[in-house]
């Protein structure tokens, strides 16, 4: 496994991957609620370089999906949460109730948040479009103020500048 750190719009990125794709996505200055992998500094190995450009696209308006092989790793509830994260369209957002019934269990909101919050691929498996009942934005591993923008940035709020 490898890791690079790119730099965006809303910190430095901790890419991890491997040959066979993309593992995580953590930001370098905020703890994280996934565990570090083991990882050698490679920031020419094409899993990293190919997210590094997609998310560059992403971050300058140019690209609405990403097209990167990803490897999750974690239980199959969580692999089926995130499943949902990465059909919540560019610019929406769903709720973890509307998750739930998705996966087909209503009363599962509650798993269906602490899923979202393990989600080891922030960004572009997009657990910042998922909000509370109430609109209410919450629970962000880059903290609520990164998921706020990058809410309104989708939305065609705001710009962001390098």
Same mark, same amino acid.
């Given at each position: 496994? #490898?890791?690079?750190?790119?730099?965006? @719009?809303?910190?430095?990125?901790?890419?991890?991957?491997?040959?066979? &794709?993309?593992?995580?996505?953590?930001?370098?200055?905020?703890?994280?609620?996934? @565990?570090? /992998?083991?990882?050698?500094?490679?920031?020419?190995? @094409?899993? /990293?370089?190919?997210?590094?450009?997609?998310?560059?696209?992403? #971050?300058?308006?140019?690209?609405?999906? %990403?097209?990167?092989?990803?490897? =999750?790793?974690?239980?199959? %509830?969580?692999?089926?949460?995130?499943?949902? *994260?990465?059909?919540?369209?560019?610019?929406?957002?769903?709720?973890?109730?509307?998750?739930?019934?998705?996966?087909?269990?209503?009363?599962?909101?509650?798993?269906?948040?602490?899923?979202?919050?393990?989600? @080891?691929?922030?960004?572009?498996?997009?657990?910042?479009?998922?909000?509370?009942?109430?609109?209410?934005?919450? &629970? #962000?591993?880059? &903290?609520?103020?990164?998921?706020?923008? *990058?809410?309104? =940035?989708?939305? &065609?709020?705001?710009? #962001?500048? %390098?």
């Amino acid at each position: 496994m #490898f890791y690079t750190i790119v730099p965006s @719009p809303v910190g430095n990125l901790r890419l991890v991957g491997s040959d066979r &794709g993309l593992l995580a996505v953590s930001w370098e200055s905020k703890g994280s609620s996934v @565990p570090r /992998l083991e990882t050698m500094e490679d920031p020419h190995q @094409p899993v /990293l370089v190919e997210a590094a450009r997609q998310l560059d696209q992403y #971050f300058a308006g140019q690209r609405k999906e %990403f097209e990167l092989k990803l490897e =999750f790793r974690g239980t199959d %509830f969580q692999k089926r949460v995130w499943d949902e *994260l990465l059909k919540i369209p560019f610019g929406e957002t769903r709720t973890y109730g509307e998750i739930a019934r998705r996966l087909g269990n209503v009363n599962a909101m509650r798993a269906v948040g602490a899923a979202n919050g393990r989600n @080891p691929i922030p960004i572009i498996a997009p657990c910042h479009r998922v909000i509370g009942a109430s609109g209410a934005l919450v &629970g #962000f591993g880059g &903290g609520l103020e990164v998921k706020e923008y *990058l809410i309104n =940035f989708e939305r &065609g709020a705001i710009e #962001f500048k %390098f």
